[in-house]
Each structure stands twice: as structure tokens, then as C-alpha cells.
């Protein structure tokens, strides 16, 4: 009797010891499937589970693995991004894209503070940028962005603004046409950049240039190198 309960109580308990350090967290915990009694069939059940468990298990990790490696690449495009909003407005530079003439091209936030507006705002549609460029050169931007969905041309500009506040600024444009695999037109884009201080410093130039030759020219004086 003693050795009966020997054979049925010992795999017996060694598949509650089993059972209970699964339930533990060791899922790699030995389980005798050999049996052919019902025990061995108990057995075989919880080792089918103790693998679904397993992948289970790997399925959290690598879904855990893949969200946090998502959250590394999202707060590096953030840094990223940021990094290239400061560099942009360090120099003063901006980028933009136009998908028709008729539209309102898309600018980056430094355009924005170019033109003395507030980049929270609607961009202005392109029609509408004889507002805010010179009159006296309006046609020349508005030319070089009919040609370039005409005829795919490329244009690099210098051209004055107006602000809000009627203050005169200097513009460099660059466009470029962004054309699909039969050489249609898709869009306009390129990069802004004030210069304002370049062709102030320019016309300083110009200005104290014109004083020396009139102050040689008084004096009757000649310069050298």
C-alpha cells in the first residue's frame, strides 16, 4: 500500500512543485510529460500551457521591446526637429512649398517671423503675397513661380518685403519644381532667408564709399592700397 501511494502521490507532487513555480514566474521550469496515466495527461496540459504561456510572454516582451525603441525614435525626431527650428531661426532662415498657383504655400515658422507675422497664423495665399512683397518687385517673384509650374524653371531671388508695421526687409529666395516621373509639375519649394542686415550693411558701404570720393574730390586727394 505504502509503495501504492508512493507511485501515484510522488509524480503527483512533483507536478504541484512544478505548478507551483510557474506560478511563480519560472516558466522554464521542468515538467515530466512521460506518463501515461492521468497524471502524465495532467502533465502533458500544463506543459501545454506553461508554452503558451512562454510565447505569450516572448509577444509582451518584443510588442514592450518595439514600443519603447518607438518612443526612442519619436523623442530623437522631436529633438531633431527642435534642433532645426533653432537652427533656422539662428539664421534666419526658413523653408516653403507651393502645390499651385492658386493656393497658399506652406511655410516653416521662421517664414513667418521673416515676414513680422505670427507663425500660429494661416499662411497668406500666394496671390495674396503682393501684400507683403514690394510692389516694385512682385512681378519678378510672381513670374519666377508661373514659370516654374510652367516649365519646371528653378529661381533665386533678392527682393524686398513689407511688415506689418511698414518696415522694409530683404528676402533670398530659392524655388525649385518637384516634378513626378513624366516631368509634370507636382510643386513649388525652397528656402527664404532674411538679409535684411546683409543689404543694410551694403548700402552703409555704398554710403561711406560715395563720402570718401566726394571728400577726396574736395580735397583733391588720391587713395592707395
Known amino acids: 500500500i505504502v509503495l501504492t501511494k508512493w507511485y501515484l502521490f510522488s509524480p503527483l507532487n512533483r507536478l504541484d512543485e512544478t505548478v507551483r513555480s510557474i506560478a511563480n514566474g519560472n516558466l522554464d521550469a521542468s515538467i515530466d510529460i512521460s506518463g501515461k496515466d492521468e497524471i502524465g495527461k ?25 514600443i519603447t525603441e518607438r518612443k526612442k525614435a519619436e523623442l530623437a525626431l522631436q529633438d531633431s526637429e527642435t534642433k532645426h527650428k533653432q537652427a533656422q531661426e539662428v539664421a534666419k532662415i526658413g523653408h516653403w512649398e507651393l502645390e499651385s498657383i492658386d493656393s497658399a504655400p506652406k511655410w516653416s515658422d521662421e517664414i513667418f517671423r521673416i515676414f513680422g507675422l505670427n507663425p500660429g497664423e494661416n499662411e497668406p495665399s500666394f496671390t495674396k503675397h503682393a501684400t507683403i512683397i514690394h510692389p516694385d518687385e512682385w512681378l519678378d517673384l510672381e513670374n519666377a513661380i508661373q514659370e516654374g509650374f510652367e516649365n519646371g524653371k528653378s529661381f533665386d531671388l533678392v527682393f524686398r518685403i513689407v511688415k506689418p508695421d511698414n518696415e522694409i526687409g530683404w528676402m533670398h529666395a530659392i524655388g525649385k519644381a518637384e516634378k513626378d516621373a513624366e516631368g509634370k509639375v507636382l510643386k513649388m519649394f525652397g528656402t527664404a532667408q532674411d538679409v535684411t542686415q546683409v543689404k543694410q550693411a551694403e548700402e552703409l558701404l555704398k554710403q561711406n564709399q560715395y563720402y570718401l570720393t566726394k571728400a577726396q574730390e574736395i580735397g583733391q586727394l588720391g587713395s592707395w592700397d
Do not use: P, W
Open 42 to 66: 495532467l502533465a502533458q496540459t500544463f506543459y501545454q500551457m506553461m508554452q503558451n504561456l512562454k510565447n505569450i510572454t516572448a509577444s509582451r516582451d518584443e510588442l514592450n521591446y518595439e
